[in-house]
């Protein structure tokens, strides 16, 4: 959110992105520019392509025509699916993050929540065990987790705890672009706050660009600078968050819009 | 005269209301109006003439069907209606301002913390931020006892004072105000007219909706009544 994080050049940017199952689309020409420290919200009904994308963007699946450009940290931007083994890694453990859902898909339950949130750092080559253990701690604070429970393995801790460990795990490696699935799906009402609030200041704090899937229009308000609504693997609405929520201009958006429930 | 800061030229906008058969709801159109700097310029005409949605145009919240939406930008001049978002969103942070008729509540974030966020993302250091923030809680008479609370559980009239705060915390050159003193007694309206004159004077170009007439007769310019760009029910 901060001016100097915001360059001219797009961090992400989706072509046409199209993607078949066999006679089925899960995703049709979907395409848009990501800038640094720009958080862009994807929104739709269960099967409307929301997780296709998201698999698309994040080179997870092929797509079936259109491609995805990402810069890498030398400034080159690249199509994702000509890196090389070793690019595409450097992506996925330290350039990239990725919330799941459920968080035990994105922690490794059998080991300590120090050892899940160092292991991203062994990875990037760090080697001394207490500077490990202190950024471990550090970023367990930063996450609202007591650090008196560093040894303790994510099977020990609540939903709400697992998905800001995640969350710490993810971020540790200080990446440019997180994705996130339905980040506060399945938790409480109370939890949901408690984490949208963190991973908001999160974001405006480290000038973090993300995309994130949600169903969930008030999560999209709290946390996108930008929206765009997915119905039928088709991007049908785009725009400032605030501006395609307050003045829908689909009949899909306005529909989506008007079923919320206001408390 | 001086150049003006902003220049609406022909805007027009409606609703399509797809949910109920396609109606139309038209709203204001042709609306062609210049704001210089240190002027305040008063929307007037009865409730649902299209006031708030002008506003919300030349913010950006609402989208125009046709016309455009000049907005000075240092050395540029930035068309709301036209701009891409991230365009929309530097203005927001660094030249347009605007207080909404209700804060949008956001969990956990304290008041003092809803105000300052206005004031770094325009570039202000924290601290500064904090110390305009305080000042302008204290100005607006917002006990000191509630800055470190999310202003969830406030009063209508503290909310709105908080937000004014925010709106008012910048040095944007263009401020847009939305009824901002509807909920306020006179002495917190003695404030806010307080702080409409301080922009004045510094030069901002406000555009205002005050349903309060001695609150209007006391800071317009001018008054534009918006009944004469009504949309005509085609």
């Known amino acids: 959110m901060n001016e100097t994080t915001m360059t001219d050049t797009p961090l992400l940017t989706a072509e046409s992105l199209t993607k078949y199952y066999g006679a089925r689309i899960g995703c049709r020409e979907v395409g848009f520019e990501l800038y640094p420290g720009e958080v862009l919200a994807v929104v739709g009904e269960s099967g409307s392509g929301k997780s296709t994308l998201l698999k698309l963007l994040s080179g997870q699946l092929e797509p079936s025509d259109g491609r995805v450009l990402y810069r890498m940290r030398d400034g080159v931007t690249r199509d994702i699916l000509t890196l090389s083994e070793a690019e595409r890694r450097f992506l996925f453990r330290t350039d990239w993050g990725f919330v799941h859902q459920h968080a035990e898909q994105g922690l490794r339950m059998g080991v300590s929540a120090g050892a899940n949130v160092g292991e991203r750092l062994m990875a990037v080559g760090w080697r001394h065990y207490g500077k490990i253990r202190e950024e471990a701690e550090s970023w367990l604070e930063r996450v609202e987790i007591d650090p008196d429970r560093i040894d303790d393995r994510p099977t020990a801790y609540s939903g709400g705890m697992r998905q800001r460990l995640q969350i710490a795990r993810n971020l540790v490696t200080a990446p440019r672009l997180v994705f996130m699935d339905e980040p506060t799906g399945g938790l409480d009402v109370s939890v949901q706050a408690r984490l949208l609030d963190l991973m908001r200041g999160l974001v405006a704090d480290l000038g973090l660009a993300a995309v994130v899937v949600t169903h969930d229009l008030a999560v999209a308000r709290l946390l996108s600078h930008r929206i765009l609504v997915m119905k039928d693997g088709r991007a049908i609405e785009t725009g400032l968050t605030d501006q395609v929520l307050d003045d829908p201009r689909e009949p899909y958006t306005q529909l989506l819009v008007s079923s919320i429930l206001q408390p | ?234």
């Open chain 2, 1 to 234: 005269m001086t150049a003006p800061l902003l220049s609406l030229d022909s805007l027009a906008k409606s609703f399509t209301m797809h949910l109920q058969g396609g109606l139309v709801i038209p709203v204001v159109s042709g609306i062609s109006l210049d704001v210089a700097p240190g002027e305040c310029v008063v929307l007037g005409g009865p409730s649902g003439a299209g006031k708030s949605s002008i506003l919300k145009m030349i913010y950006g919240n609402y989208r125009a069907d046709a016309g455009a939406i000049r907005v000075v930008d240092g050395p540029e001049t930035v068309d709301v209606a036209a701009a891409a978002p991230r365009r929309v969103m530097a203005l927001r942070r660094t030249t347009i301002g605007y207080v909404s008729q209700f804060l949008r509540v956001i969990p956990r974030v304290p008041a003092l913390a809803v105000v300052a966020e206005a004031a770094t993302a325009f570039g202000l250091s924290r601290d500064e931020a904090e110390a305009r923030a305080r000042r302008l809680l204290t100005l607006l008479n917002v006990p000191e006892r509630l800055w470190s609370l999310p202003p969830a559980t406030f009063s209508g009239g503290e909310q709105q004072r908080v937000n004014i705060a925010r709106g008012f915390i910048a040095d944007h050159p263009l401020l847009l105000l939305d009824e901002p003193t509807a909920s306020l007694d006179a002495r917190n309206r003695a404030a806010v007219v307080g702080l409409i004159e301080t922009k004045k004077a510094a030069g901002t170009a406000i555009v205002g909706i005050f349903h309060d007439d001695d609150v209007r007769e006391r800071v317009a310019t001018r008054i534009v009544d918006v009944t004469r760009f009504a949309a005509s029910a085609a």
